[in-house]
């Protein structure tokens, strides 16, 4: 077992008086697609959005390589490594693909008109862009200069991946990434996932979907209730059971219990 | 102590400054509390209404306002004397003017015959052939607003037709009127459109001195020398340019003079009830308006800019 | 079904015996301050409520209890009539998270009417009075089609219409006022509304103030108790959802900007009351004040949420500041200065009850 | 075969440049429950808006129960009995669970308090409102007076779908109803959906999710570029060929060919 | 992998040959009038342009070819100068989905402290003019640390401020005007940018006329061309999806704000230019019609969309109509009404062509 790129411990997040994340322990590995499943509200996305600075937890400890962090703001996160896809997307509509792509870190022009007047090098954003696109083999974008909006929901949902892929250097964290993809988008989406892997990063990847939660991933978290109560190998567990323990209708077994 | 009040237009306005501080000063010398209230715009009647209620409901014995909207307030000023109050009002008269207790004010139609006539008086035989520019307060025309502009032009000599209300003259001599809000920005604007439909223009009244200075700049810009400026208020900017040169002459009123004498006759009624005297002819007791000019003109009365900078205001 | 369906058919095995609990938390005790915002973020009318007695007790409390004099209690209810009422007509709008700038000049404009006629041209006030109120409707009405049919944002269509009905107002009236003892003698019914009924120890209440109160009640259980009121609502909140929903999203914004127009015009007749004359001037800064008691309500200019209970605590909220402070002597230019603080803290105080999970 | 009570012929739609039905054909039969996939932006929400009144087709025709309609608005729709889960919902956040589910078709008081007054019948509503929800056994609400806004995704989405269920007369249609759910949620939907076509009622279904499509659907309309290119039994198609006709890696065969 | 993980496995092996082409239409020619609204579409500043165009035309013609005279053009730019300014710092706040209504308050106070401090207290100018421009910073902070500190409603907050640098206006300039001559001897510098550059043919430029260009130009520079610009763009778009992307969102709110600050003392400066005088009346309608500039201009109150050239023409638009219907001989009074009228025209002309889908 190899030590634990992020980890968490004992983290609580409190909404008025919805306990969303309630004493909740995280681990993840060196190059590991780790699966996170639960029920509707069990509060997967908030025990994300508490490792990546979205959310600042009220308690509990938060290690990146072993180092104790507190992020508090996404920005943080993001500077440690950290990139996400959240299931709402968070992306810019007015904006443009490349735009988006750089949002937040955008480069500047070399020489004076960069250091000086600040002044973006576009050209260099969009070829950048268009490349990690087009490596990531995802999708056929006409126009990079398209604003994101006129994208379809599965086009969208490509450029967070794209960009969240490009730019991760320790962690990638995606949030329900083909909710709304197609047969065809999802299939793309979870290839991505393994050649990201292949580069040598950690992914973890939230879903509903169990089918391509067992494909991809080589442990999964079960959340119930606000904590972590098994982490399971999809090759010892079936399906049936996993869905069993996390909907409450079976015990965790010993030994994978959190 | 009795309670007095002083209700003005509003608050920026030097004029009205220069009034509370003539107020303040009085009220404290003969021993009175003064309360004071402004409107947030010139025409807030709902503010003055307000203040009236405030200062009723606080047993005043009388209070000095300048009317924002000056027949609106005639019924909330009744109420006022109706309790017992003495109300004086000051620059601008009610209409219909005997609805207060006494009005303190400048003849705003006189000031602007006394600015019309040394206009006229200045040009000579020119003043035939005169192009004037009218640089008027508001669309909507308020008192003081066709007041001065018709008086300006009976003095000048110009048919007025309706006398309370301008625009509906024909005579040839008019360019146009703009409004301008009695500011330096308004003045501005409105000489530069009153310039474009008659570049010959050589006779601008103003309002107030401030219109009358964006007047001045928007005409120095244009380079359009040698027209005849003239203005009402008497304000120490103003008098400083009648001094300089820059406006014509100006019909200075004495604010703080209005200001003090109804601090006065509020004071007096109160001891005994008295209250105070109008001229029964003008129906009002005329504060005076005194031309200011350093070029004066045979038959005008006038003042020099010496004199008009030691009895100015602001 | 397909050989191959078998996915999510194995993955579901496992639900046979799911637990069917509600989740559920220990919830230990919140500190008192958090109880307290918990308190008033379930029920967001109890904050300007509380923000008003508050200020009604300092008030007492500086003034030496002037400020409770019943006379001045009952001067503020009288001045905050009018606002009122206009702030009446901009919740509702505002609601669908549109806005009025034409409120006050609707008002002007509709007095107006009624008052040329019924003086000038010496129409039974039987006619004149409906004729007035329908002036203010109709000015809604324009501004309502204005803003369905030619999908314009209601900023600038009430920008627009505000500068058209101030230019009316001027024409209309030839910038003339309908002085009181003209009003008294041809039409006394449209002056009704200034009249006071004493109550006892200096206090008394004016009729258009009851009225005021009659036309927010009414509001208020159209917009609480009908299904126009939920209309209203479900249109501010998301506009789209509301038509997806079946609601008449084009007709209902057409009739929430008349009846704004409508309780304009009956503003209007308030007003004369009020003033006793009729005057074209003022009432430029109306639309804000009344703007400003809305959002001080806790109505949100996103739209979907607020109350006319609300506004008209807002609106009593900026009275009490205003005659408070005039009250205890403040000069009117600190007066000024104070008054935009005051907006100021009392919707950050809002703002943080609101958060409740702040 | 029985007569369709649902039917469009040569619908198209365009949305600026974008083509988003191209002379499509529809057809739902009584009593059946006919499944429509499609990649993302095929057209299928714009297929259904039309259908539904949402978004007024630029040409072709729409029969129900062989009557030509023509709707402007959803209302229209909704008056003939088309009841409708949208793809986003289209609940208002801050409206109740009750205020929701009738809105646009409230109660009033019996007596002079409804005819003249107006006066909504709340008690009755939210009695009805509370019936509905937990007739269809779908959620335990504790409060049907709370804001929807209060609501987990997978709550709400409850709501749409029991709106739909509960005051179709015609037909339901739902546009991926399951999407955001959970395991144990989206089987609870898929329950109802049986159980709206026991009570006599047809449901149009629209998925990604291929193992719930072919689960419970008697009919398979794919969609492809804006228009039907088959309708497929799932009894005699497997989901890899129907998922093959949907992306175009395979002709549809003689005979399913729309 | 778990042996029954099949179903999505078993859907998708029917994609191993699919077909990888981008969804293609026939498009049938659009109809002129389409083509021209999608043309428009894609060049949405086109649109104040065409509109200002057309204005010009007619008016041209209708004051027969007076409107066209060298000087008049000059006039409509310096006339136009001030509220552009203005704009041009609600452009950015509009942008970010606020709005400010202290704007002339801001530029009127920062105005008062240069010729206050130059002429009253002697202070050399190169100290009284950059604290001039302070204070408009100053002011813009103090707004943005209120809109992001006490997450208030920019509505609210300036609202609040609005109120209040209007008394601060008052208070320190002790409602006197500082003449023209005054400047003249103690800081001629501060009347600088009222000076005009004789370009022929009876044609001027004043210099604060090229200042705004200037400035516009920088600002369409940052808006852009940098990294801040696009954050702007970002926040007003969706806040929440800007601050996961990693954009430092109350940073940038308070950056916005301050510019605008400071963008409205540069106008104090050139207001001074253009009045002659340090005056601290009129500019109570500056906010409105600025706002009015911006939205003409076609950006949009909802945020996330606009551009400082569209508030140049939307400036433009407002300053051709009143100097041509002006010319033309109309009374100010039904000018008043045009222009509400000519509003309400040209947003909806700007509406029906970006109404793409229409
Ligand atoms: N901003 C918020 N305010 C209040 N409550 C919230 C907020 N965000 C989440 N919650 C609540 O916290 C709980 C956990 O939510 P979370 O989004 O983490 O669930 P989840 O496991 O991601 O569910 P899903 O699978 O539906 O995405 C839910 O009950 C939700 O209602
Ligand atoms: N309001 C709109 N304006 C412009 N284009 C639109 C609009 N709605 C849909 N489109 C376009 O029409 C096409 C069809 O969209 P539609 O939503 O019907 O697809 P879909 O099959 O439902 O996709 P998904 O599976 O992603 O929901 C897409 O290219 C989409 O971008
Ligand atoms: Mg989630
Ligand atoms: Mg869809």
Redo the contacts between chains.
């Keep these: 077992m190899s030590e634990p790129v992020l980890e968490a411990r004992g983290l609580t997040k409190r909404?008025?008086?919805?306990?969303a994340l309630?004493n909740a322990d995280f681990d993840l590995r060196e190059n590991e697609i780790l699966g996170v499943i639960?029920?509707?509200?069990?509060g997967k996305s908030t025990l994300i959005k508490a490792l990546c600075g979205?959310v600042v937890p009220d308690g509990g400890e938060i290690r990146l390589g072993g180092k104790t962090v507190s992020f508090r703001?996404?920005?943080e996160a993001?500077l440690a490594g950290i990139e996400?896809v959240?299931q709402?997307?968070?992306?810019?509509?007015?904006?443009s693909i490349a735009?988006?792509m750089f949002?937040?870190?955008?480069l500047?022009k070399p020489g004076i008109m960069g250091s000086v007047?600040?002044?973006?090098d576009?050209t260099k954003m969009q070829k950048i862009a268009r490349e990690k696109l087009s490596e990531l083999g995802l999708m056929?974008i006409?126009n990079i200069n398209q604003a994101v909006e006129t994208l379809?929901?599965?086009?969208r949902q490509g450029v967070a991946v794209a960009r969240a892929a490009a730019f991760g250097s320790r962690v990638v964290i995606m949030d329900?990434p083909t909710?709304?993809?197609?047969?065809?988008?999802?299939?793309r989406v979870l290839e991505l996932m393994l050649d990201v892997k292949r580069r040598g990063l950690p992914i973890v990847l939230i879903s509903?979907?169990?089918?391509?939660v067992?494909?991809v991933a080589d442990r999964i978290h079960i959340h119930r209730?606000?904590k972590r109560i098994a982490v399971i190998n999809?090759?010892d567990?079936?399906?049936?059971?996993?869905?069993?323990?996390?909907?409450?209708?079976?015990k965790p077994p010993a030994g994978v219990e959190a | 102590q009795d309670i007095v009040g002083l209700i003005t237009k509003t608050e920026g306005n030097p004029f009205f400054v220069k009034m509370r501080e003539g107020a303040e000063a009085k009220a404290k010398e003969l021993g009175l509390e003064l309360r004071t209230f402004a409107g947030d715009f010139d025409g807030d009647n709902e503010s003055q209404i307000a203040a009236i209620e405030s200062l009723i409901a606080a047993g005043a014995k009388g209070f000095a306002i300048v009317p924002s909207d000056s027949s609106a307030i005639v019924p909330t000023i009744q109420q006022a004397r109706d309790a017992g109050l003495l109300v004086i009002v000051l620059d601008t008269p009610l209409d219909p003017m005997d609805a207060a207790d006494a009005t303190f004010a400048t003849d705003n139609r006189q000031a602007g015959r006394l600015i019309g006539q040394w206009a006229a008086g200045t040009l000579g035989d020119k003043a035939a052939d005169a192009k004037i520019a009218f640089l008027d307060l508001a669309t909507n025309q308020p008192t003081v607003d066709y007041l001065r502009d018709q008086g300006f032009m009976e003095g000048f000599g110009i048919d007025v037709k309706d006398p309370n209300k301008y625009g509906d003259e024909d005579d040839a001599r008019i360019c146009g009127h703009e409004v301008t809000a009695g500011s330096e920005e308004g003045g501005v604007t409105a000489m530069e459109t009153l310039l474009q439909r008659c570049p010959d223009i050589n006779v601008v009244y103003a309002i107030n001195e401030p219109a009358a200075a964006g007047g001045y700049q928007a005409l120095q810009a244009a380079g359009v020398e040698n027209v005849l400026i003239v203005a009402v208020d008497g304000g120490c900017p103003g008098v400083q340019n009648v001094k300089d040169g820059i406006i014509g002459a100006t019909a200075q009123q004495y604010p703080l003079d209005m200001a003090s004498l109804a601090m006065e006759a509020i004071a007096k009624f109160a001891k005994d009830g008295t209250k105070p005297e109008v001229d029964p002819k003008l129906g009002f007791y005329d504060t005076g308006a005194r031309l200011v000019t350093d070029k004066p003109v045979a038959g005008v009365e006038s003042i020099d800019t010496a004199e008009g900078a030691k009895l100015c205001w602001g | 079904m397909s050989d191959d369906a078998t996915?999510?058919a194995?993955?579901?095995?496992?639900?046979?015996?799911?637990?069917h609990?509600v989740?559920s938390?220990?919830?230990d005790a919140p500190s008192p301050l958090r109880r307290i915002q918990?308190f008033f973020?379930q029920n967001p009318t109890a904050i300007p409520a509380i923000i008003l007695i508050v200020a009604v007790v300092i008030f007492a409390f500086v003034t030496g209890g002037k400020f409770f004099g019943a006379l001045n209690l009952s001067l503020i209810l009288a001045q905050v009539t009018l606002i009122a009422l206009l702030g009446t007509a901009q919740t509702l709008v505002i609601i669908t998270a549109g806005i009025d700038l034409s409120v006050g000049a609707i008002m002007v404009l509709s007095s107006i009417i009624m008052g040329k006629l019924a003086v000038d041209y010496q129409v039974p006030v039987v006619l004149a009075f409906p004729i007035g109120l329908l002036t203010g409707l109709l000015c809604g009405l324009a501004n309502g089609i204005l803003v369905t049919a030619l999908k314009l944002p209601p900023f600038i269509v009430t920008l627009g219409t505000w500068s058209i009905y101030g230019a009316l107002i001027t024409l209309v009236s030839n910038a003339a006022t309908i002085r009181s003892q003209a009003l008294d003698q041809f039409a006394p019914f449209l002056k009704s509304m200034g009249a006071r009924i004493p109550v006892g120890g200096g206090a008394f209440l004016m009729y258009g103030s009851i009225l005021m109160i009659a036309v927010a009640a009414l509001v208020w259980y159209m917009l609480s108790r009908t299904a126009f009121g939920r209309h209203v609502y479900a249109i501010g909140d998301d506009s789209n959802a509301a038509r997806l929903s079946g609601i008449q999203v084009n007709h209902t914004l057409v009739g929430v900007y008349a009846i704004a127009g409508l309780l304009c015009g009956i503003a209007g007749w308030v007003l004369i009351g009020r003033v006793g004359a009729v005057s074209p001037l003022g009432n430029q800064t109306a639309n804000l004040d009344a703007i400003t008691a809305v959002v001080i309500g806790g109505t949100s200019l996103f739209g979907g949420r607020g109350s006319i209970v609300g506004t008209l605590f807002g609106a009593l909220i900026v009275g009490v500041f205003d005659s408070g402070l005039s009250l205890t002597g403040v000069d009117p230019l600190w007066r000024q200065l104070t008054v935009g603080a005051l907006i100021i803290i009392a919707v950050a105080i809002d703002q943080w009850i609101r958060r409740?999970?702040a």
């Design positions: 909404y008025g008086r919805v306990v309630d639960g029920d509707n509200g069990a979205a703001s996404p920005l993001r996400t959240y709402d997307l968070a992306l810019s509509p007015a904006l735009d988006n949002l937040g870190r955008e500047r007047f600040r002044g973006l576009r056929t006409q379809s929901g599965g086009q329900e909710a709304a993809l197609g047969v065809k988008e999802s299939r509903h979907n169990m089918p391509h067992f494909e209730l606000g999809p090759r567990f079936s399906m049936s059971d996993a869905v069993a323990i996390m909907t409450g209708a079976m | 996915g999510s194995t993955a579901e095995r496992g639900l046979g015996n799911a637990s609990g989740a938390f220990d919830e918990q973020h409740v999970s």
